[in-house]
């Protein structure tokens, strides 16, 4: 899965995929799972387009460190969740790694911001620009589409006035960042609102709660939270979300299923779904918190874990018509774990008497740069599907560099990844030295080393895209048909 980048005259940038890499780059467990995200426009008869889950996978834009390199872009981790996606730091040239992918900007509806290091925010500015313009080229595609239908040359202004909505979290400090470079650049924003919502109350705020240090000199403003009305912009709205009692920010958590809300009428085809429906698309909503990592002093620093609602069951249908319960509203029940009266009312219908497959919550989890991992963000991660975990550094660089620079090495990286409990440990964040087979085999030796094989662990590469299955992954369930094959 390693990408190959061959130059040629003029500005033309070749990249296709490597079937067969020198390096090793996962377990043979993880194998199944791991394909590109790379867009093929042109398939031939051999490679002809097929149905690609979408439900919850991880594609890899960028997995370098600081500095972009020939094989690696820096931070940008992409979650599609069929139908809409969030990405996860934004480095420069993200706008353009894009361009190679299946994503489209339409789908992207949220954006999370680990840090203000410009490795992670610096490509963030040209992303909403062209999310704006898809976004623009999409309604204008409608406008035309319904003013041909109607044969009328005099369109509704209302048609475009519903404007899609782009929510970008992070630290103190965004919103200027973004206001002041929109500014600065006199790019206009039209056909997106833009939400920025600042996390603020924690130990490493530089913002309204900044103490010691960290505070603002007297009689100076403090650039990250200040009130700059010269970068005001009627779209782009701002909003402090507080941190909870327990050191984290719950960025949203959805309502279990009740007999109130068990159908949800889906706005684009008008079926009847579920609220913990995966195929919702951009309605489908899932539990997303973030906490405090340590990275450098006064460099306020976030990890991000999302986890899906616990998605239906499926019901067997013979079963519950034997039970008393004809199809209707009552399957919607049952399959999401409530009980329900049967048809003629003279009996209780339970779940476990009527569903064949259950699947728990799919879980994934983001650590960007840090040295040290609070327990706060530590019980967030716990048994996570996958883990993105940084892996800067190694053994050799010593206690003292992880220290000074803020960053781990891979043999922690596996340490936390078995103290987490996790499935995969996903290692990205590589430096600029870090390529070729000798060099990768080591950080994955390095992090076995200290996982103690409590988890599949992989080394992650732009383009690279993983999917984790419905209802999670389960290593050892396959290891055991296997070995009964």
Not at 30 to 37: D, E, W
Not at 57 to 70: E, Q
Not at 106 to 131: A, C, N, R
Request: neutral net charge; hydrophobic residues 35%; contains cysteine.
């Amino acid at each position: 899965h390693q990408q190959q980048y061959n130059r040629h005259y003029g500005s033309q940038l070749k990249v296709e995929l490597d079937p067969n890499p020198e390096e090793v780059i996962a377990t043979p467990a993880i194998q199944p799972y791991l394909r590109t995200c790379l867009s093929y426009p042109n398939p031939t008869n051999n490679q002809p387009y097929k149905a690609i889950d979408m439900e919850f996978a991880i594609s890899f834009l960028g997995t370098g460190g600081g500095a972009p390199t020939m094989n690696r872009n820096g931070s940008c981790t992409a979650l599609r969740l069929g139908g809409q996606t969030y990405l996860f730091d934004v480095c420069e040239g993200t706008n353009r790694q894009l361009q190679f992918t299946r994503i489209s900007p339409l789908s992207i509806t949220k954006i999370f911001v680990s840090h203000l290091h410009g490795d992670h925010l610096f490509g963030i500015v040209p992303v909403i620009m062209g999310i704006m313009v898809a976004h623009k080229v999409a309604m204008y595609a409608i406008r035309e589409h319904q003013r041909s239908k109607k044969k009328n040359k005099q369109m509704d202004r209302q048609d475009l006035s519903e404007k899609p909505t782009l929510e970008i979290y992070g630290p103190p400090g965004l919103y200027n960042y973004i206001g002041m470079v929109l500014s600065l650049s006199l790019s206009k924003m039209n056909y997106v609102n833009v939400k920025v919502i600042e996390l603020v109350g924690g130990s490493q705020e530089r913002g309204f709660s900044a103490t010691g240090g960290n505070r603002s000199r007297p009689g100076k403003r403090n650039v990250l939270t200040a009130h700059y009305p010269e970068i005001h912009n009627p779209l782009i709205t701002r909003k402090f979300l507080e941190q909870n009692d327990d050191k984290t920010w719950i960025i949203d958590a959805p309502e279990p299923v009740t007999p109130d809300n068990c159908a949800t009428v889906d706005k684009k085809d008008g079926f009847a779904r579920l609220p913990n429906d995966t195929n919702l698309g951009s309605d489908r909503r899932l539990h997303i918190k973030a906490a405090e990592l340590s990275h450098l002093a006064g460099v306020q620093t976030f990890g991000y874990v999302v986890e899906e609602q616990p998605p239906p069951g499926t019901i067997d249908k013979d079963k519950a018509v034997a039970l008393g319960v004809k199809p209707s509203k009552k399957y919607g029940l049952l399959k999401c774990g409530i009980s329900v009266p049967n048809d003629d009312g003279t009996g209780e219908v339970h779940p476990s008497q009527v569903l064949c497959n259950t699947f728990r919550p799919r879980k994934f989890s983001l650590l960007a740069d840090h040295r040290v991992v609070p327990p706060p963000m530590a019980r967030l991660c716990a048994n996570s599907d996958i883990i993105v975990h940084e892996a800067t550094l190694l053994q050799k660089d010593g206690v003292g560099r992880i220290k000074a620079r803020g960053h781990q090495n891979a043999f922690n990286a596996g340490r936390f990844g078995q103290m987490s409990g996790c499935k995969v440990l996903a290692l990205n964040h590589f430096g600029a030295t870090a390529f070729g087979e000798d060099c990768m085999t080591n950080v994955l030796e390095e992090a076995r080393e200290g996982n103690g094989g409590a988890c599949e662990i992989m080394a992650a590469y732009d383009f690279m895209e993983i999917s984790v299955p419905r209802g999670g992954f389960d290593f050892d369930k396959k290891e055991e048909s296997s070995d009964e094959q």
